[in-house]
């Protein structure tokens, strides 16, 4: 079976009843991908032929990857209504007659043409799900049914160029597949900019500043030092946003980012799946002996191996008095024993961050003073886990004072004897939680002092960190722990996503020495 058309399809479901499950959903998927007015259907040759390599997209789609995505999802895991719902929310919340303007992340470089693995910008990716650098997006308030019209600007098809990079989506297509009302060459985005913004009353646009004789300054040139050079040397020396128009989009998309959909849910539970067993072989793996960067690679190649498309960050691996460094990335030391070892790392998986952190001892059993520290941390970490539902109405800001007293609660009990700011400032100097979603810190623009609300995802990571210091109990020096879960915001409860990680004493100890049936890896 070499091609089927939208006929054929039609016949063999309707006339074979014995055909598999699996030709049967690859017809239908068909079908659906031909009433998107797609002109190029590889998902059938893909799946029975494997004959898609090259591919003729600058990024997995279905036609392409049918490993990688279902047929209704643009990217993986995020269904293409997804994207729409975003774009449509984003235009009913904004006044008359507003034009938004996002564009893609710049190509980022290591050292001369040494380029870093590109990552697209975080709203344009999250309005439009398109990946390739060298693209934009216009979205204009209207009337018509969709409550908007989007322009998506885009490289195109360039074989010479293809040659060396790869493909990229021909705007014909990125039209088609994206779901804009039209596509056009970035070439183009100069002059449709500043027609575009001259015909509306509310620009809503993040503009980088640029750093003048007279200091940094904001203007729609700024914009294009994010696309390639030959499209920035087009720009008309007149394309400004008019001051008295433009207003931040940030804040308007990332109010929407703060709430996961079902399927954003999903991914985040799979990016903490993954993560979480790599912190739980990354247990099993680690020794005496061995070096903090041994184990951030085990932890990073785990994640990789599993579909990660790249660490959300650089991981902390901090051996003994190390952990006392909050953000210590260094990673040059070797374990030794009778250390505890706290490693904060998670991986990106199809576009969603995550964030564990777990503290265990390097010997394979906590020693007394480690035991009762991690407890006292551990303890005041469940309790506020569970006031993360809506209902409890209380927002970062009331979690984190809420830390701090049971905290200081745990401590006393362990003998410390607590003055002034010793808990604030030494021994705990860092906020309990941030959102988290396509950024490791989402959100930034939501206040600390909103409530939270049902679809957030959050971290909670109390920790403590006791330096050798006479103000503290003598035993206690030198341990670091911290213990961090990725908390989804429920109604009325909440959900944890990063079970995967052991936590409990019991559990931990049990992933050191091989006891849960894990094998490092």
Known sequence: MDRIGLRSNSYLIQHQPCMSNFLRTVCTARRALQRTNLTR???????????????????????????????????????AEDYEQRRRHLMESLPEDSLVVCVSAPVKYMSNNIFYKYRQASNFWYLTGF??????????????????????????KDLAK??????????????????????????DFPSQLKSATAMHSHVYIDIPLTHTRQGPRATSKSILKHLSSPVKARID?????????????????????????????????????????????????ARPGISEAALAAHFEYLCAMSGAQRPAYVPVVASGPNALIIHYTSNNHLIQTGE????????????????????????GAFTDPQRDLYSAVLAAQKQLINLCHESAGLSLYDLHRKSCDLLRQELKQLGFDLKGNDLEHVLYP???????????????????????????????????????????????????????????????????LSVAAPKEIADVEGACQGLLGLDPF
């Open 41 to 79: 259907l590889y998902a059938t040759e893909a799946i029975a032929e494997g004959n898609t390599k090259p591919s003729i997209y600058g990024q997995p789609l279905f036609q392409s990857h049918p490993h990688l995505l279902k047929p209704h999802e643009m990217t993986p895991g995020i269904p």
């Open 162 to 187: 293809e040659k060396w990079d790869g493909a990229k989506t021909s705007v014909y297509e990125a039209a088609a597949i994206f779901r804009a009302d039209d596509a056009r060459s970035i070439d």
């Open 131 to 156: 990946e390739e650098p060298d693209s934009a997006v216009i979205l204009e308030k209207a009337s018509n049914s969709r409550g908007y019209r989007m322009t998506l600007f885009c490289k195109g």
């Open 237 to 285: 020396s007149d394309v400004i946003v008019d001051s008295k128009k433009r207003r931040p989009l940030a804040p308007e998309v990332e109010r929407l980012r703060a709430i996961k959909s079902s399927a954003e849910q999903r991914v985040m539970r799979t990016a903490a799946d993954i993560s979480g067993r790599a912190h739980a072989k990354t247990m099993r793996f």
């Open 340 to 363: 505890t070892i706290l490693i904060d790392a998670g991986c990106e998986y199809n576009g969603y961050a995550s964030d564990i952190t777990r503290t265990f001892p390097a010997s």
């Open 430 to 496: 860092h906020f309990l939680s941030h959102p988290i979603g396509i950024d490791l810190h989402e959100s930034s623009d939501i206040s600390r002092a909103s409530a939270l609300k049902e679809g957030m995802v959050i971290t909670i990571e109390p920790g403590v960190y006791v330096p050798p210091s006479a103000n503290f109990p003598t035993h206690f020096h030198n341990i670091g722990v911290r213990i961090e879960d990725e908390v989804l915001v429920g109604k009325t409860d909440p959900v944890v």
